[in-house]
């Protein structure tokens, strides 16, 4: 009688076996777009506060210097470089992420895998096949849970991604299947994260895209050398989907079912606001009626109606949302969101500053925002996250703006035109317009790059 294949042992012989010949190019053109993406993410990093004290304790820890710190000139170790360049890709919140797997995937795998890459000298065509492969593990994790994780206090980025990054970087390795069963399975030692960094508006939430990389690359090397992880660390009874989950609420089926031949992972959406993923559709209605004409300094009220996480995590607790007291508190303000929105018409990088979240402006507005849960919106939680904003007017005009997909939705896709747009501006004020042109042009060209040296070579 055959024993049936667990789940992770069934992702790992998809894996062993997969060939670049047999991604569709959507895919690799849509890998393409999210790796530009974090590349600007990174770069435009480099002066926060929490990315340089990040690269400073990654120098003081030393390894071996032969792989990049983005935006820093001195090399460390693959383990450390993923470390690092994960934990800063997450610094402005703007870096890509799935909808549906209800987590950032890009910023955990792709760190991990082009640490490895440039160590060991792997082509393009590895990176973007590790890259692929590793986010699709990732995302399909965190559509088993149906988006309820989060409710028993665990960030998935940090959860799920140590299992993408370790699958990922043991895919450009060229493990086989029982090597990138063991990787997986060694990854739950370092499966971690918790949403508590929002309580104080911390930069762990930062840190939980890094560590999961550094981790993932660890994982990989371990397995290579022989030494073994639980094949059933997933679906086990002492397992990852049980152990993880909200009042035992996941679905297995979601983590292989169609794998290597239906990619949640293309469904990424990119961010054009630099705040919060469940923020995107309030950020969007805000800009709308911006756009229209309505003047803030008239209004009223303004109440939102969202789904019950978005409640959660971005109202809770109350004093700190209305009038945020770090950046981190105003990435994750629902309050905030509108009133940033109407006032300015933008949520860049800029708007999200220690100094411009103390806006006047936005901060009185913000006081004016009320809430509540929409049961059509939660209904259709963690597939897509609508909402609505009615705004009352002093003369009592009410004007409403509705929302089901913001920009950056694979519904309301970004093109590889506005992902370079989003490139150029995150990334100007760090290097030039000369060699923010050969980064998009050997992006685009991956596939046919024999090493990404020359790649990583512009990114200090």
Known sequence: MEIKKTLSQQVAEIGAELKYEDLP???IDNSKK???????????SKHVESTQIMADTVMAMGGKEICTVVGFKHKTSPMLAALANGTMGHAFDMDDDHREGTQHSSVVVLPAVLAYAEANKKSGKDVLLGFVYGSEITIRLGEAFEGQTYYQGFHPTGTCG??????????VMGLNAQEIAYALGIAISSSAGTLEWKAQGTWTKRLQAGHPAMCGVMSAELASR????????WDGQDGFLRAYSYKDIWNENKVVDGFGKKWEMADTSIKVHACCRFSAPLADCAIDLYNRGIDYKQVEKIHAKVNKYSIKVLTIPEETKTNPKTVVDAQFSLPFAIACGMVKGHETIADFTNETIRDPEVLALAKKVTWELDPEAEKVYPKYYPCTLEVTMKDGTLVTSHVDYPKGDPENPVTWDEAVEKFRF???????????????????????????????????
């Open 226 to 233: 022989g030494y073994t992880g639980p094949t059933s660390v």
């Open 34 to 44: 999210f790796i530009l993406d974090l590349i600007g993410n990174l770069l435009a």
């Open 25 to 27: 190019q959507e895919v």
């Open 162 to 171: 140590v299992f993408g990054a370790a699958g990922g970087v043991a895919k």
């Open 426 to 460: 995150m990334s100007g004020h760090h290097i030039g317009c000369i060699e923010q042109d050969r980064i998009i042009e050997l992006v685009s060209d991956l596939e046919n790059l024999e090493t990404v040296d020359e790649l990583m070579a512009i990114l200090i």
